[in-house]
């Protein structure tokens, strides 16, 4: 049964720094790995999608990596900013997009 | 092309009435996915439905949920006889297949209140 984890549970940074987040996962056997962003009170919105077959993807100041054999990934934000504070989720897709979730890291970003 | 729709967005129900949660997926999606948010806790899957067929419950617990995916009209997410418990955010999830490489998409879920 695949298991996810997500490293740190909450974390608050000044605003410009660098951060990486941590998400870990027991079965390597993975379609592929997803990063989502999830607001207060609001829905799920997908920042990254890395398909098993690929290392990285990047979009903007976001950056994730994945290491399959490991069962790591990371997701780097530069130069963060106060809005990119919201909780953080790492969702794993072992097969049908049944996808089983982190329990996220909580981010906030102080001006 | 609207994205996942669910309605209603929030809901509030009293102990023992029936809650009924809709996703209508993407244009072009066939697979419907429900997963529920307990209050500070992380999503879990519930169920894989497609149109007509029950995929996948293995999320579902066994009493008072059910779940349907008609041939037309939305998913429908039903809930008999509420209890505190089920206070939660409900979010539906579809996908044109459950290949390797496509993407499930999120709608904004249903925030269930029982009171």
């Known amino acids: 049964k695949q298991e996810v984890t997500q490293i740190p549970a909450a974390l608050s940074v000044p605003e410009g720094e660098n951060l990486v987040l941590n998400c870990s996962f027991t079965d390597s056997a993975i379609y592929n790995l997803q990063w989502f962003r999830q607001d207060p009170g609001k829905g799920l919105t997908s920042l990254l999608l890395?398909?098993?077959?690929?290392r990285e993807q990047t979009s903007g100041r976001l950056n994730a990596s994945l290491d399959k054999s490991s069962g790591r990934s990371t997701l780097y934000i530069a130069a963060s900013q106060p809005g990119d504070s919201a909780t953080y989720l790492c969702a794993v897709n072992n097969a049908g997009n049944m996808l089983t979730f982190g329990g996220g890291t909580r981010l906030m970003v102080k001006p | 092309n609207a994205g996942v729709m669910q309605n209603p967005r929030h809901l509030v129900r009293r102990r023992g009435q029936e809650a009924r949660l809709r996703c209508s997926p993407m244009k072009g999606h066939s697979h419907v996915y429900w997963y529920r948010q307990l209050p500070e806790e992380g999503l879990k899957f519930m169920v894989y439905?497609?149109?007509?067929?029950?995929?996948?419950e293995s999320g579902m617990p066994k009493e008072r949920f059910s779940a349907e995916f008609p041939k037309e009209g939305p998913s429908i997410l039903r809930i008999q006889q509420v209890v505190r418990g089920d206070s939660a955010a409900y979010f539906c999830?579809?996908?044109?297949?459950?290949?390797?490489?496509?993407?499930?998409?999120f709608g904004q879920g249903t925030r269930l209140t029982v009171v």
């Open positions: 999830a579809s996908s044109v297949n459950s290949g390797e490489n496509t993407e499930a998409f």
């Open positions: 439905l497609q149109k007509e067929n029950i995929i996948d």
């Open positions: 890395i398909q098993s077959s690929q």
